[in-house]
């Protein structure tokens, strides 16, 4: 079974912020698969069902994002996964460009506050993650503002076309590995004219 988590803040107030790119993600894949999330175990929304044959657990952590290895750490000993095969988790990056996917097979935390809690809970910093480009903060701007801010107009279009890509990606994982879905969509972005 393949555990899918996807990072973001709980409560209505950062619905949509830069910081739950993770949580979109993983909607999308709820949605195209009919997998309920309808109920909260290991400190996360959790929902259990199938992709294209593969036996998937999606969860979000309800922890607040630097506590998120306080639940990952649950999911992983309760299901009894091997990590650096079984684990992907989805989170928001601001050194990428908005719409910019990238993927990898382990690796730092990169500064991001709840893959430095996931990574000190687990141990390892082997284990699948699908990176989703927010953009940097403006100059002068304060860090937890910008990820706890709104994308504008023209960034939200960018960004529903990414959370697809990002889920898109998540499927080839499962079907293909990892370096199929590393060859296909790092570096995916579209551009504007692409998605008016």
């Known amino acids: 079974m393949y555990i899918i988590v996807g990072l973001g803040n709980p409560s209505p107030e950062y619905a949509g912020t830069r ?57 992983v000993d309760y299901y009894k996964i091997d ?51 927010v953009g940097d903060k403006p100059k002068g701007y304060d860090l937890a503002d910008h990820v706890l801010g709104h994308f504008t107009e023209e960034e939200r279009r960018i960004m529903e076309v990414a959370f697809i890509d990002a889920a898109n990606s998540v499927v080839t994982i499962l079907n293909d590995g990892i ?8 570096g995916s972005k579209k551009e504007e004219d692409e998605i008016v």
């Open 83 to 133: 990590v650096p095969t079984e684990l992907i988790v989805v989170y928001d990056d601001i050194n990428l460009s908005p719409g910019r996917i990238r993927i990898r097979k382990s690796g730092s935390a990169g500064g991001h506050n709840g893959m430095k809690n996931i990574i000190t809970h687990l141990g390892t910093d082997e284990f699948m993650r699908i990176r989703v480009g």
């Open 19 to 75: 910081h739950n790119a993770g949580f979109e993600v993983v909607n999308i894949l709820a949605d195209r698969f009919d997998i309920e999330t309808d109920y909260i175990k290991h400190k996360a929304i959790c929902g259990r069902g199938v992709i294209e044959g593969n036996k998937v657990m999606l969860a979000m952590p309800q922890t607040f994002m630097n506590l998120s290895g306080e639940s990952v750490r649950q999911l």
């Open 179 to 186: 370096d199929a879905a590393m060859n296909r969509y790092n």
